[in-house]
């Protein structure tokens, strides 16, 4: 059986953690990195039992934070485990069914949250199933402006997040305070919202926007009138190209994974599987190289597939057989993967893993549906604004499969 420790330190650099399961201690200092110093240890334990009643044996992942005072040390076991099915996944059912909640689970999530989950997607299609359904309570194994907009279109129902701290470093990128400034600068100008944004930034968008429907929302849009397409740059490029505007003024934001996946490694990943589809989110730092590699015949274009996470996997019920890359957050995989079994999904970066997305566990799954803890509120008067903004972009058109 595998497990996964997670200890946190908390102390100086060069903290010394010890990690103990039955007669097994192993301690490592760790180096001084920066704000966050990570180690690994591999080796061989015997079986012990964790907080989730959980056997583990052999390797264990240590992350240590710097600035602490105590060490907790929490057991995860991987879906590889045999044990995971019948302990935490009946509790969390149990306690859904007393709680009248439902679990809604982002694409990015590790896949035993996936699997748990009611539905599983991008954040607004989920957002909007969620406000559809009697649950009381709402679980959003997500991040942090996901919770905010499940909590904005349920605004009756109690909106959990397993944990608070899992943030968005693109709906970081612009503040409500950054963006009314923006405004100021530009009377007149609408305000085009990724909905990968907080609720305080939606209260002062004219209308919101996912990676399927940008296009659309844009061209809806007077074309004498100025706009401001926040926060992220590699879609606000996308959407430019594609309706051909110049009065477009574009935040340079972006998430930080997505970010990541550059045009040399899609280059290297295309050239090593020449006949691979390509299936690109807008968000990615690769996409306008993709486009360019496109036109330089460099990449057959109609290999080219720019897609919102919904839309890989409506491709991915056309591409069943053969090597298929994929450029967005890993976590996608598994959702590939089981829509079509025989084809052989490729991340072009495989480090792409968003950590705020993994800090969702399912010892926080059965806690925060045990305690009803980490309640997500959002001010009756900013979720009414960001309500509308949401509610324009439905009227313009579908919204598709989000982000």
């Known amino acids: 059986m595998i497990a996964i420790a997670m200890t946190e330190t908390h102390g100086s650099a060069g903290t010394t953690a010890a990690t103990r399961r039955g007669a097994t201690t192993r301690t490592r200092t760790t180096r001084p990195t920066g704000r966050m110093t990570i180690f690994t240890i591999d080796h061989a334990i015997g079986p012990a039992l964790t907080s989730m009643c959980s056997p583990a044996s052999q390797s264990v992942s240590s992350g240590v934070k710097i600035g602490a005072s105590s060490v907790e040390t929490d057991v995860i076991v991987t879906d590889r485990a045999d044990y995971i099915g019948s302990m935490w996944t009946d509790e969390v059912r149990k306690l859904k069914r007393e709680r009248n909640a439902v679990i809604l689970a982002h694409n990015y999530q590790i896949p ?3 699997d748990i989950a009611d539905f599983t997607g991008d954040s607004l299609a989920l957002s909007r199933i969620a406000a559809d359904t009697d649950a009381d309570v709402i679980v959003f194994c997500g991040v942090h402006f996901m919770a905010e907009s499940a909590k904005i279109l349920s605004p009756d129902k109690t909106v959990l ?43 002062l968008t004219d209308v919101c926007c996912t990676s399927s429907n940008a296009v659309e929302v844009v061209d809806s849009i007077d074309p004498d009138r100025e706009i401001l397409f926040c926060p992220d740059q590699f879609l606000g490029a996308h959407v430019k190209r594609l309706t051909g505007r110049e009065n477009i003024r574009i935040w340079a934001g972006e998430c930080h994974v997505h970010a990541g996946i550059n045009g040399k490694e899609l280059a290297e990943q295309a050239s090593a599987h020449p006949d691979a589809p390509l299936y690109i989110h807008p968000e990615c730092g690769c996409a306008n190289s993709a486009i360019f590699l496109a036109g ?40 590939l993967r089981k829509r079509a079994p ?25 806690r925060s549906l045990r305690d009803l803890r980490d309640e997500i509120t959002v001010p009756e008067d900013v979720a009414a604004k960001a309500r509308q903004s949401l509610e324009r972009m439905i009227a313009i058109g579908t919204p598709g499969s989000g982000e």
């Open 296 to 335: 330089e015949g460099v990449i057959q274009p109609e290999r080219v597939h720019m897609l919102s996470t919904g839309g890989m996997l409506d491709q991915a019920d056309r591409d069943t057989e053969g090597t298929v890359l994929v450029a967005t957050e890993v976590g996608m995989l598994h959702q």
């Open 342 to 366: 025989l084809a052989d999904f490729q991340p072009v970066n495989p480090q792409a893993s968003c950590r705020y997305m993994k800090m969702i566990t399912p010892e926080k799954l059965v």
């Open 161 to 203: 997040i397993p944990d608070q701290d899992a943030g968005c470093s693109l709906a970081d990128s612009i503040t409500a305070k950054q963006l009314q400034q923006w405004k100021d600068e530009h009377p007149g100008a609408v305000v085009v919202s990724y909905v990968n944004t907080t609720a305080d930034v939606k209260a």
């Open 112 to 114: 035993e949250i996936q």
